[in-house]
T-cell receptor, first 116, second 115 residues
Framework: KAGVTQTPRYLIKTRGQQVTLSCSPI?????VSWYQQTPGQGLQFLFE???????NKGNFPGRFSGRQFSNSRSEMNVSTLELGDSALYLC???????????????FGPGTRLTVL | GESVGLHLPTLSVQEGDNSIINCAYS??????FIWYKQESGKGPQFIID?????DKRQGQRVTVLLNKTVKHLSLQIAATQPGDSAVYFC??????????????FGTGTLLAVQP
């Protein structure tokens, strides 16, 4: 079974621009979670989608948004990019809601976003 | 955003030795804990998990110990190999009320295996 895939793997943008990242979960998985990983703050939860609905949201500003499609693929969007948005953005999929007992999140390789 | 800690601690071990990676969690109501391994250039990879009603769980070459009294979690790796070199994260499943449940990750520990 193919793992979680994320595109693109690397991205360079400038301040003020917007960006869309894509995630394809493992086949059959219905939950997709997004995380931001930086050296200073570690892994921080952005949001989770399940059956096309946002179920959980972390403490990030409204510039960060996402959506999930009927095939469970997910996109996240960051508008008005800031230098501090430079990070590795990780997507994880799970069969059920992330963190549910007995369920495991499987991570993709991430998208490395650099904001200049 | 939520996170634990700022600096990445490093554990350096000799190949063949046993490694013990520690993690302190914050929420006494957390009832599910997971260890992940992240190699350079890759996303985190699930290693092993444990529920709060257990104090020990063993996998292949790995053992997780949970001490709820002091809110401490550890990952033991037997006969550490060069391929074990990576950053290891613990994560806790935390209930915030209603349906707002999420996984909170620790800062991570860099395991460096010396040949």
């Amino acid at each position: 079974k193919a793992g979680v895939t994320q595109t693109p793997r690397y991205l360079i943008k400038t301040r003020g621009q917007q960006v869309t990242l894509s995630c394809s979960p493992i086949s059959g998985h219905r939950s997709v979670s997004w995380y931001q990983q930086t050296p200073g703050q570690g892994l921080q939860f952005l949001f989770e989608y399940f059956s096309e609905t946002q179920r959980n949201k972390g403490n990030f500003p409204g510039r960060f948004s996402g959506r999930q499609f009927s095939n469970s693929r997910s996109e996240m969007n960051v508008s008005t990019l800031e230098l501090g948005d430079s990070a590795l953005y990780l997507c994880a999929s799970s069969l059920l809601l992330a963190g549910d007992r007995g369920d495991t999140q499987y991570f993709g390789p991430g998208t490395r976003l650099t904001v200049l | 955003g939520e996170s634990v800690g700022l600096h990445l601690p490093t554990l350096s071990v000799q190949e063949g030795d046993n490694s013990i990676i520690n993690c302190a969690y914050s929420n006494s109501a957390s009832d599910y804990f997971i260890w992940y391994k992240q190699e350079s250039g890759k996303g985190p990879q699930f290693i092993i998990d444990i529920r709060s009603n257990m104090d020990k769980r063993q996998g292949q070459r790995v053992t997780v110990l949970l001490n709820k009294t002091v809110k401490h979690l550890s990952l033991q790796i037997a006969a550490t190999q060069p391929g074990d070199s990576a950053v290891y994260f613990c994560a806790e499943f935390t209930v915030y009320g209603g349906a707002t449940n999420k996984l909170i990750f620790g800062t991570g520990t860099l395991l460096a295996v010396q040949p």
